[in-house]
Each structure stands twice: as structure tokens, then as C-alpha cells.
């Protein structure tokens, strides 16, 4: 919000802002209401009803029942008003999402990354974007995108400090983006994305202390605490990759060694696969990788446990494992009522959910473990896409009145 900007208007901006809020929640509303839920004048509330109605986020739906006088006009909500883009980068690619003003997805697009450099993936970006906004009605995309990236990011300066996982260090995302998209860019973790994403549109169903892990490439967490995000000091809250599990295991790019993320993501269950592979093992992943070890991948890894075989059932019995105590640890430090398991990993997680609560059961306190959930994401592979997209509906009222 502009900080030259004078008391009336930024008054009409706060009850713009509080009139599209409520008008949201409630989904229907007369004009008395607004009134009752305000306490702002009859003249003032006549002025909003018509900015809301005015820019398309309100549209009429009949007559309210009378209380002595004539019926009052009912407004409906028009989550079809306005659109926000989101896109939230994952294994060499970019999801993106198109949704409307409730984060329901309109339209999706995955698009390769063709390079490892911040450059690549911002052409990458580019070239999808353009593909995505002419499937829609382009006037009607708020002027700004929100991203969710790999690494520790500067939500305030839009820079990634460090991201091991793609090599990148001190990359300014949000410049760059800005610069080849035209348009604003609100930066965040992907999996802080995510959380927000289950927080408010998905799994948590109004619970207000969750814990959202994304499993892919890398780990990550979003922890949400009374209803906020909780970030830390300087936004690297929720690293949980970089938890220490197995003090003499398999070396990160981090530098220390045994950590999570080395323990659980898509890479290393393929690679303990493959090990087992050069051990010998008879498996199925023989054919299901057509003969090549090097093509094997966490999927097929899961897909095999599921279908019988030993040496996959096992692995995926580790995964669970090692899942397992870091998530008993979360539950005796942050004791939340909800743990939601997202990313690709997190989407195959029924296949060990039963191995990994037996786990956490048998590690984590009593009484922070009878208050918690752990369940697969509600929005599945959408889910740090649309919290990246939550980050541009978060500022939508701002950015509609502003447009029209």
C-alpha cells in the first residue's frame, strides 16, 4: 500500500479490504449485515455495495427476508471475478495453476526446466506463463505471481540465500522473474507454500497448529502455529531435511552427514534401490526399470513394494522408518494437531503410512501424539502451486480496486 497515500482514501481502502473479506466468508450478505458486522454507516455501506459490485466480486441473487421494512438485496460472492497465477518449481519443472479468487484451479500446466542455472528456469517460467494466460481471459489475472522455490528464501527481499538441492546461492528470484514476467512476484519456500495451501484450502479444515511436509527432490516443512506461518527469524524455518538422523550416514550437500533428506527423498530411495541392485538382489524393479538400474525411481520403488517385492518393501519400510522419528520428533517439539505429508513421496505415502505410524507411536510422548493426525495432502500435486498462488489472493482485494 502506498505510504504517501492520504487518510480518506486510506480509510476507503481498509473498509474496501473489510467489506470483500467479509462478503468472502460469508459467501452471501445483505446490506444490514455488512452494516451489523462493520458499524459503519448506512451511507458508507451503499458505497461499498456498489464498489463491490462495480468490479465484478459481487453480483445480486435476490431479495433477504424482510424484518419489518422492505427485503433487503442479497450480493453474492463471484469467486469468478478475478484470477491468481501461481507456480511452484519442483524436479526440473515448473507447475503451474490458474485459480480463481477461492484458489480452485482453473487451469494447470507442468513445464520442463532445460538447464540447471536460475536463468533456465525463469525462461522456463516465462515461456509457461505465456502458454497458461492464453487459455484464460487474461484481463481478468490479478498483476502478480506468486512462486514457490527450493532453498531458504528472503521473503522480504526475494532473494534465494541457498537452495543445495539445485546449486543456487544468493539468486534473485523475485528481480528476475519481475523482470522477463512484467509483472509483481511475492517469493516463498515451496513447502511454506504448501502449508498455507492445507491451512487454508485443504487438509486442515480449521485447525489452526499444523504441520505441512513436502517429500520430493528434497524435504522441507511448513509449520503453521495459531493459525500463522510460522517462519523464524530470518524465514528458514522448518528445514527439516537438514535434521540429523543417522550421525554416520550418507553425506548431503550440506556438509553433514545423515541427514533426512538423504534418508527419504526421491533420489536417495532410488539410490539405496540401486545398491541393493549391485548387492545382487533379485527384484522387480529389474523389469520394471527395463534392465537399466540407472532409470529406477522412487516411484517404482513404491509401485514394487506394492505389488510384493521384498527388496522394495523393505526400502519403503526404512523410508517410513526414518520418516517416522523425524515426525515423533516434530510431534513432542511443536505437539500440532495435524501433519500433512505432501510432495511426490508424500502422495505415495499409503503405501506406508500404517509401517510409519507404528514408528512414531512407538518414539514420540503420549500425550502430544493423542492430539495429532497425520494424513496425505488434501490437494495432492496442487498444492505448492496454489499456496503460491494464495500469496497473490492474499493481496487480491488490494489489486482488484486498484485495476478497476
Known sequence: MNGKIGQPELLKEINRSRAFEILKSTRIL????????TGLSRATIALLMEDLLRVGVAQYVGLGDSTGGRPPALLEFNPAAAYALGAAMRDHEWRIV????DASVLHRLDVAISGHSPEAAVAALETGVQTILAQVDEAKVLPAIGLGTPGLVDMRTGVIKTAVDVGWFDVPIRDLVEAALKRSAFVANRSRVGALAEFWYGASQGLNEIIYISIGTGVSAGIVHAGELYMGVNSSAGELGHITILPDGPLCRCGNR???QQLIS???IADRARARLREGEQTLLWELAGNHPERITAEMVFAAAEQGDPLSAAIVAETASYLG????NLINLFNPQLIVLGGPVGQMSHNMLPALLDEVRRRALSYPLSVAQIVPSALGADANAIGAAALVLRRAS???????
Do not use: H, K, N, Y
Not at 445483505?30 to 458486522?37: D, G, K, T, W, Y
Not at 522419528?325 to 515423533?328: F, H, S, W, Y
Open 398 to 404: 488490494e489489486m482488484i480496486f486498484a485495476e478497476r
Open 98 to 101: 490458474v485459480t480463481d479468487l
Open 266 to 268: 526421491e533420489p536417495a
Open 258 to 260: 545423515g541427514c533426512l
Open 30 to 37: 445483505s446490506r444490514p449485515e455488512l452494516a451489523q458486522q
Open 325 to 328: 522419528i523425524a515426525i515423533a
